[in-house]
């Protein structure tokens, strides 16, 4: 079933939202050569604990996820489990998907991060996927249907010559990380769920720089390409309202 929110619980969505953007602003400065991306979990768990959230992604699952954020390097998608031993390098790219609660309600958001100097066919990719999530964000309009943010998505990553990871999607959020609609990165536009005010939805494209297909690690979360390639990954939380699509992740500035 997809939850439609209230006036009062978007505003509550938009300071989750905005916990979850100053997360990631503080994440990109930390992420340097010689962190560890267990540093970077305690960051954002510290700044979680001192605005009174919590972190959903603690736990969840099974195996039980072990941190706060997921910290996913070059080939590694989504899922990366931070740790002591997995130090950041220059020339690394590194994925933070944070999912912070506030007040009852959640906001979610990715960001690919440059670690020092990175190639630049793989800043391509990274500013390309953000390209990406934006197509499917102009099609988030009321009236329109969620195949018509999916097909866009597609469209822009395929059209650079990207391969679009299909096994996970973007999703329903609000009181719970993951709801419906699935938000799918490749699809049919016209298909799927109307959207209507008071959804609230993350558009999240992974894309890889080779073949689309994915492996699981033997931690049970890891996702990484296949190939062995770079990729990236760029989340925002976003609500529909009466004057369209806003994101509640994303403060230019900020987190932009
Ligand atoms: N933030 C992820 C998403 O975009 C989910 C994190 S998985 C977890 O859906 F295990 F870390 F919670
Ligand atoms: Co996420």
């Known amino acids: 079933m997809i939850e439609v929110l209230s006036d009062y619980e978007l505003d509550l969505m938009r300071k989750a939202g905005k916990l979850t953007a100053v997360i990631l602003s503080e994440l990109r400065k930390a992420a340097v050569p010689g962190a560890s991306t267990k540093d970077l979990d305690d960051l954002a768990m510290q700044i979680i604990k001192e605005a009174g959230g919590s972190a959903p992604c603690l736990g969840y699952g099974e195996p039980p996820f072990p941190a706060a954020i997921c910290t996913s390097i070059n080939e590694v998608v989504v899922h990366g489990i931070p740790s002591r031993k997995v130090i950041l390098k220059d020339g690394d790219i590194v994925t933070c998907d944070v999912v912070a609660e506030l007040n009852g309600f959640m906001g ?123 990729t990236a990954h760029y989340e925002n939380t976003v609500i529909i309202t009466e004057n369209g699509p806003e994101m509640t992740t994303y403060e230019e500035g900020l987190n932009g």
């Not at 709801?179 to 799927?192: F, I, L």
């Not at 109307?194 to 993350?202: P, T």
């Open 108 to 230: 979610d958001a990715a960001r690919t991060f440059f670690v020092g100097n990175v190639k630049e066919e793989t800043r391509l990719l990274v500013e390309r996927t953000k390209e990406a999530f934006f197509k499917g964000l102009e099609k988030a309009q009321i009236g329109n249907r969620i195949g018509d943010v999916s097909h866009a998505v597609q469209e822009c990553a395929e059209g650079y010559g990207y391969g679009v990871v299909r096994e996970l999607t973007g999703h329903g959020i609000g009181r719970n990380m993951h709801e419906d609609p699935e938000v799918p990165n490749y699809g049919k536009a016209g298909r799927g769920p109307r959207i209507v005010k008071g959804m609230a939805f993350c558009i999240e494209p992974m894309i890889t720089m080779g073949d689309r297909h994915v492996i699981l690690g033997n931690d049970g979360w890891k996702v990484s390409a296949a190939d062995g390639l770079p």
